[in-house]
């Protein structure tokens, strides 16, 4: 199997989760006000839809970065990625779980199954890049050390940062949520600024 | 990353936004009359599937007239690219809520919903051109100035339209659904009878 | 646009829609019987989505067998293409009707929504063909005139077929049922015994 | 038709149905617990959603273990393939059935549904290898006699594999679900530690 063909798979199923995840959004089966009340008080579905839309959108362009370095595929790989793309596939689950309970007493439970999605997707995403990367196992021959050390450092953080968002939503559920959002927003802005030589 | 991948991706997207509309096509869990009345009855839920799918072929038609003036991608853009079909993703919601509520007291909310998703989409589009297009950024080299300029003109009024169609909605949101399913239809018939050469 | 591209975006649509009728294979909320017994009673459901799934299927074959004609695409071409796909998308909505409905004095109603579905769809087939193949519009410069009116004599039958069996279901919905899944497996078995140098 | 375009249509309908599976994972409308608890007791949901999600991974690197022998396609494989697909789109029914029944009276029916789909789904498989390989109907002329034989005996033990834990069914739904775990986690390892190079 060639990293083509992967990436095909790959992005077949990050568009669809994505694109899935709007499934979820609806108003309530009997409105208690008018129509208008009711699309505002759905924020919560709104926030949840963009921001896992925009991290399964960022995991797509990091996901390609990774395959731009691989030149050829064996089965771990493969089963890494499967796996990997088991937990984005996952994502519209708690997305919905987090829309419907942030606000509830039941916050905490719902961040953190959010949460320990996002760390473990995280996880996933680094094992498949230490796999293809330990002494350049995947990787194309001619690639360069620097860079190679590079991706790993920029991708070390994800996981612990996801952790600890999740930690904070054992406490407040609600500053968990704008964690999760400000993660996917700082990400895109820095990238954009910082990073614009990497996506070309 | 190249044109080309982000295509792929953009255009699993367009694909899938547009075959999910059927799921929110349906008849009431109780009939109340024959299923044949019913199946008519429920005749602005095909209105609704019909303008939004066309309108996603559209703005998928479009997407790629964009993409094939572009030589590279950065990241800017590609997150550009992710809010536009983060647009066209949500889709769904707003023509379920424009179908189900047209013909009712609540039909104004439901018209501007739809609407802000449209101007919404339509400024998004926009952007994604601009920032390709500004000072040929990202377009191939020997692209022509006339024909960027004269893309840039074609796309210039889909915002402003759709914005007019949504107050429209605020006094009578029939006239504006109506109106959406007019701005597909002129677009298809004038770009069929007088933009032959674009496409080819 | 390349034909490459639209058939890309097709064969999107094709396999989702195709991949979606699931969604409205279940058993009742509340069973009045054995599981067993409910998974049986259910039979219309796994007989219409197995013929929706092949009746896609097929389409999917000769949309192929199509574009393999054609060297280049127009507007009017996309937009005739966009029509069949829409058609193709809202299968799922006749085929779910037809299961729930066609042992119930609804019978008639559910099979002609389907038979009207498959015949539209079958005429936007043919709009599509025709529009190509007419004095040889987008084919290829050396394509065998020969090979063409075959095409086109194949695909004539469809539409009238379709709604032949639409009108046998105002007398008898299983009758009507019975024939849609008699021509996708009459289709199927003669185009594998007579037709196997056309798919190579 | 070429491979690669039968591939494209595969890859679609393998990704759709692996990410529509998450549809089916849901809480309960009426929480009876606190929330926490309610995820925690939908366990068989998230167990069948991995089981159903790996096993579709595993055909779908099968799949493209098989099309990189085919040179060409005719119409009775094309036919086969489609079929298979059939089966792959089919799968989340079954998952969800199973999820939901296989710890009540009813699971040895929620057994037998899952395990005759994917024994029914193996023939396939198997169908479309014999189909393609048998004299080396449609392989490259150059393949390897020799790997030829030893994919047909890889592939044997699949559809009995999947008959026996069906029949485990009858007696034991949970050890029947047990195995089909244990069957896509047992064949996951051997192929990455013996098959590395199957993958290249």
Partial sequence: MTPARLETFADGVFAIAATLLIIDVGIPAELNNSLGQELLDIWPQYFGYGISFLTIGIMWVNHHAVLRQVERVDRPFLFLNIGLLLCIAFVPFPTRILAEFVRTDDGAAAAVL?????????VFFFSVWIYASHRGRLLHPGVDPKEVSGITRSYLPGAPTYAAATLVGLV?????????????T????????FGRSNAE
């Fill in 114 to 122: 959010y949460g320990v999605t996002m760390t473990t997707t995280a």
């Fill in 172 to 184: 407040s559920p609600e500053a968990s949520a704008a964690l999760f959002g400000l993660i996917a």
């Fill in 186 to 193: 700082f990400y895109m802005l820095s990238s954009s600024f």
